[in-house]
């Protein structure tokens, strides 16, 4: 119902009765529900099939009033929890891990102070707590190179101060990308992702890769669809994502691979040299003629 106005949406969003069934949505309240076999039990428990075998897991009036929230928020999905709490424990620990890191608001509900400061510290995921007001340099001091998130309520419970959401998201380099965005900060993402540009998507990709921190990394073309600017601010966050971990780099943008390892040059289809950034250099061979192609002055 995404054409329509909120109020409608309000009212019929989330619930499409078919031929006979209740016009207005139905509270379900059992607990349980009616399988003929406990094999196909099996197969929900499992998530290996669609359907409903617990309540306190789900059911289909959790579902309808999901979705209506998930159309009303014009998102692609959405999930109920029994308490503010759980939906915070959910957000961050999908996340982040043991080991990780993130940056609060100092200015949070009690309970939630609480599920950060101690909770998930127990379960090896540190908080920084920094006042709402503070400097943008006592803010990027906060961040580590494992900080995963950062936190805040947009209006502080009970303290009523308002969330800088654009302090905040400078120190995480995302200002500007928000700003360049139709809408900035009330710009919605639809589904398929295509309300924004290649570029654009070619940074959330990359932003994907940096908050699933696997040991391996794989980056082909990474930086082809974005300018220099975004380039070299994305190199930079690169350089600390690739640290303490293997990282295979295809690129024919060579400032992508300068500061490898070990750099392997292919030319039809053939390794035809091999070493760092300032051995090939040094070569003065292929390497050395498409780096200096790049980079050198046009008069």
């Known amino acids: 119902m995404s054409n329509y106005k909120m109020e409608t949406k309000c009212v019929q969003s989330g619930y499409n009765p078919g031929n006979g069934e209740p016009r207005v949505l139905p509270i379900v309240q059992s607990t349980t529900f009616r399988y003929t076999s406990s094999d196909q039990m099996g197969r929900l428990f499992d998530l290996e099939e669609s359907g409903y075998f617990y309540t306190r897991l789900q059911n289909p009036t959790n579902d309808a009033v999901a979705a209506k929230i998930c159309d009303m928020e014009g998102g692609v999905a959405a999930m109920l929890t029994s308490s503010g709490q759980a939906a915070n424990f959910y957000a961050i620990m999908n996340i982040a891990e043991e080991g990780d890191h993130i940056v609060c608001a100092s200015a949070l509900y009690g309970g939630t102070y609480n599920l950060f400061a101690h909770t998930i510290r127990k379960m090896g995921v540190k908080a920084t707590f920094v006042d709402p007001d503070c ?112 990282s295979f780099v295809i690129a024919h943008r060579l400032s992508t691979i300068k500061d490898a390892d070990v750099i392997l040059v292919m030319k039809d289809g053939d390794i035809i040299e091999q070493g760092n950034h300032e051995a090939l250099i040094t070569q003065n061979g292929f390497y050395a003629e498409l780096y200096n192609s790049q980079f050198e002055n046009v008069g």
């Open 135 to 246: 400097t943008e340099e006592e803010l990027n001091a906060a961040f580590q190179e494992n900080t995963k998130a950062v936190f805040g309520e947009t209006i502080a419970n009970p303290a009523l101060t308002v969330f800088d959401f654009e302090k905040f998201a400078k120190a995480a380099h995302a200002h500007h990308f928000i700003e360049t965005l139709p809408g900035g900060y009330d710009f919605v993402l639809n589904e398929e992702a295509t309300n924004v540009s290649q570029g654009q998507r070619q940074l959330l990709t990359i932003a994907r890769s940096i908050l699933a921190d696997n040991p391996i990394l794989i980056l082909d073309e990474a930086t082809s669809s974005v300018d220099t600017r975004t380039e070299q601010r994305i190199q930079k966050a690169m350089n600390h994502l690739m640290q303490g971990r293997t």
